[in-house]
């Protein structure tokens, strides 16, 4: 299900089927460099994607998938969702993005 469009992205929930895409992207050194959670294999990636979807269920917020347009290539996410800080539930903002698309504004525009 589609969420909104922007310029240059299709923003939509993440699902299962992102597997491998989002694996690709978060197995990535450079992209997880300054992730508290590191460098995501395909098991730790699927964790990820059954937490958002849980976000999805439980707060109706959650990091979504961003599609390129021109492509249909899933090329990262951004979005908050809730986050454990000691024993409060705070908001975060996250994003990750696939290196070939850094520096061009786009986790800007999804934000």
């Given at each position: 299900?589609?969420?909104?469009?922007?310029?240059?992205?299709?923003?939509?929930?993440?699902?299962?089927?992102?597997?491998?895409?989002?694996?690709?992207?978060?197995?990535?050194?450079?992209?997880?460099?300054?992730?508290?959670?590191?460098?995501?294999?395909?098991?730790?990636?699927?964790q990820f994607?059954?937490?958002?979807?849980?976000?999805?269920?439980?707060?109706?917020?959650?990091?979504?998938?961003?599609?390129?347009?021109?492509?249909?290539?899933?090329?990262?996410?951004?979005?908050?969702?809730?986050?454990?800080?000691?024993t409060v539930?705070?908001?975060?903002?996250?994003?990750?993005?696939?290196?070939?698309?850094?520096?061009?504004?786009?986790?800007?525009?999804?934000?």
């Amino acid at each position: 299900m589609d969420l909104f469009e922007t310029e240059r992205l299709i923003v939509r929930l993440l699902s299962l089927n992102d597997l491998p895409a989002l694996t690709e992207i978060l197995s990535d050194l450079e992209v997880m460099e300054y992730s508290v959670r590191g460098v995501c294999d395909e098991e730790a990636t699927q964790q990820f994607i059954d937490w958002c979807l849980s976000c999805y269920e439980s707060h109706g917020i959650g990091p979504w998938a961003l599609m390129e347009k021109s492509s249909g290539e899933l090329i990262g996410f951004c979005g908050i969702g809730p986050e454990r800080v000691g024993t409060v539930e705070e908001t975060n903002l996250g994003y990750r993005l696939a290196r070939k698309h850094w520096g061009q504004g786009i986790a800007t525009e999804a934000v």
